[in-house]
């Protein structure tokens, strides 16, 4: 019913930025609170940032003052711009959505995962 795609993601070297996009199409009605999370190997999957259609943001302490969460609602779209990345951010970061479809119900759907790998 909805679909999320993530782009973005890649090889970067401490210090770097990169900027992930998730986009969202299907029968959607309306898609209320959008986040990111991550995993890495081993290790469970863990929230890194939400924000809400209003444009109220909520981020893990740490990526606190280094990543910033956005959306274009228009675009039914969102971003995460990583900057001064460091190697423990390496991780397959997942796009989340909480949307309301063209029948009225709600639901929450997941992407497919973009690689972040940060390396010198």
């Known amino acids: 019913q909805v679909q999320l795609v993530e782009s973005g993601g890649g090889l970067v070297q401490p210090g770097g930025s990169l900027r992930l996009s998730c986009a969202a199409s299907?029968?959607?009605?309306?898609?209320?609170?959008m986040g990111w999370y991550r995993q890495a190997p081993g290790k469970q999957r863990e929230l890194v940032a939400t924000?809400?259609?209003?444009?109220?943001?909520n981020y893990a302490d740490s990526v606190k003052g280094r990543f910033t969460i956005s959306r274009d609602n228009a675009k039914n779209t969102m971003y995460l711009q990583m900057n001064s990345l460091k190697p423990e951010d390496t991780a397959v970061y997942y796009c989340?959505?909480?949307?309301?479809?063209?029948?009225?119900?709600?639901?929450?759907?997941w992407g497919q995962g973009t690689q972040v790998t940060v390396s010198s």
């Open positions: 989340n959505a909480w949307a309301t479809v063209v029948s009225g119900s709600a639901y929450n759907y």
């Open positions: 299907g029968s959607i009605f309306s898609i209320h609170v």
């Open positions: 924000i809400t259609r209003g444009g109220s943001t």
